[in-house]
T-cell receptor
Framework: NAGVTQTPKFQVLKTGQSMTLQCAQD?????MSWYRQDPGMGLRLIHY???????DQGEVPNGYNVSRSTTEDFPLRLLSAAPSQTSVYFC???????????FGSGTQLSVL | QKEVEQDPGPLSVPEGAIVSLNCTYS??????FMWYRQYSRKGPELLMY????GNKEDGRFTAQVDKSSKYISLFIRDSQPSDSATYLC?????????FGAGTILRVKS
């Protein structure tokens, strides 16, 4: 049972480049979400999904897109990377909106 | 002002010490209170989950909530080097979940 799997673990981008952070879970969770973690800021919600085909914005959605075509996968797309998006990104999932969250191991992203 | 305040530390203690980690909050709507533990280069994992005021104990860990003071605590008894991690408090009110910035704990052997 792999839980929540994120790829890649590390990524360096140049300003203006685009990329997709991958997230997959094998627990049949309906709820999936993306957070970014910055020093002194805590975890901040970027986007979330309550089921396949349903997504919504969190606290800091600008510059990011998501889609949820299957229950298992919830990719996060950076459209045009900016240095302000340098952060550690975590994907998390749970059975429901208010249930226990399971986190992936994170993607450390640097935008130069 | 942040909704949830947490001292970033680092907090350094000798092995076997009792550790107290704390968070304060400003939103009276928060009803569920959680503590997550995060090891270096790993994702957070849920450690304790409490509802309303009072204490909850799980092994060496005790979570305490004082809603009248808007103050929550996590106590770790007989701390071990393996407890060295960042501890995040989190609070939920309705569909809103807010995390503290985390306290770095170092337990020295």
């Amino acid at each position: 049972n792999a839980g929540v799997t994120q790829t890649p673990k590390f990524q360096v981008l140049k300003t203006g480049q685009s990329m997709t952070l991958q997230c997959a879970q094998d627990m049949n969770h309906e709820y999936m979400s993306w957070y970014r973690q910055d020093p002194g800021m805590g975890l901040r919600l970027i986007h979330y999904s309550v089921g396949a085909g349903i997504t919504d914005q969190g606290e800091v959605p600008n510059g990011y897109n998501v889609s949820r075509s299957t229950t298992e996968d919830f990719p996060l797309r950076l459209l045009s990377a900016a240095p302000s998006q340098t952060s550690v990104y975590f994907c998390a999932s749970s059975f429901g909106t208010n249930e226990k969250l399971f986190f992936g191991s994170g993607t450390q992203l640097s935008v130069l | 002002q942040k909704e949830v305040e947490q001292d970033p530390g680092p907090l350094s203690v000798p092995e076997g010490a009792i550790v107290s980690l704390n968070c304060t909050y400003s939103n009276s709507a928060f009803q569920y209170f959680m503590w997550y533990r995060q090891y270096s280069r790993k994702g957070p994992e849920l450690l304790m989950y409490t509802y309303s005021s009072g204490n909850k104990e799980d092994g060496r860990f005790t979570a305490q909530v004082d809603k009248s003071s808007k103050y929550i605590s996590l106590f770790i008894r007989d701390s071990q080097p393996s407890d060295s991690a960042t501890y995040l408090c989190a609070m939920r009110g309705g569909n809103k979940l807010v995390f503290g910035a985390g306290t770095i704990l170092r337990v020295k052997s």
